[in-house]
């Protein structure tokens, strides 16, 4: 069965500074793995995703992910922390023959001036 | 460009009541999905649809119902609400085939009494 785990409940990080939220996936076969970004009281929205390719993705407001197989995580970093970016954020995980999606429990993403 | 577009906003039930969430898409995706979303549980798949007449459980489906009669739309049905299922609800689509990223609704906050 897929699973994804997010083991970091919060991430607090100054403005400026590098951040990294982690992600680690379960699923047999090759991965389909996205990002998505939530603000307060609102949907979710697209970040990135890593289909096949070079294991760096990047995607919109300057994030970019690492997929690494070998670790089965797909971490999203960020090389300077905006306090716009402070939002809850999600990792998900599709298996290739295209079927459900499943997201990770979720990672506050704190960023203080 | 409506995307996925989802009624009530908003919901207050009693006990033993039933209702119907709406979700609706307009970008002939495929693949449509209900989630909820509570405090430190992330978003959990209740049900699925991998196309027209098509559908599966997720991760915690009791105590909800699904059909999918066209490509458009893919309600939510509570047969008799509980307490428990106090939550965000979430409408997703996306085109099936696994790579492509799901599109979210703006959320149904229903609470049960």
């Known amino acids: 069965a897929q699973s994804v785990a997010q083991p970091e409940d919060q991430v607090n990080v100054a403005e400026g500074n590098p951040l990294t939220v982690k992600c680690t996936y379960s699923v047999s076969g090759n991965p389909y793995l996205f990002w998505y970004v939530q603000y307060p009281n609102r949907g979710l929205q697209f970040l990135l995703k890593y289909i096949t390719g070079d294991n760096l993705v990047k995607g919109s407001y300057g994030f970019e992910a690492e997929f690494n197989k070998s670790q089965t995580s797909f971490h999203l970093k960020k090389p300077s922390a905006l306090v716009s970016d402070s939002a809850l954020y999600f990792c998900a995980v599709r298996d290739i023959s295209g079927g459900k999606l499943i997201f990770g429990q979720g990672t506050e993403l704190s960023v203080k001036p | 460009n409506a995307g996925v577009t989802q009624t009530p906003k908003f919901q207050v039930l009693k006990t033993g009541q039933s209702m119907t969430l709406q979700c609706a898409q307009d970008m002939n995706h495929e693949y449509m999905s209900w989630y909820r979303q509570d405090p430190g549980m992330g978003l959990r798949l209740i049900h699925y649809s991998v196309g027209a007449g098509i559908t599966d459980q997720g991760e915690v489906p009791n105590g909800y119902n699904v059909s999918r009669s066209t490509t458009e739309d893919f309600p939510l049905r509570l047969l008799s609400a509980a307490p428990s299922q106090t939550s965000v609800y979430f409408c997703?689509?996306?085109?099936?085939?696994?790579?492509?990223?799901?599109?979210f609704g703006q959320g149904t906050r229903l609470t049960v009494v």
């Open positions: 997703a689509s996306s085109l099936v085939g696994g790579a492509g990223e799901a599109f």
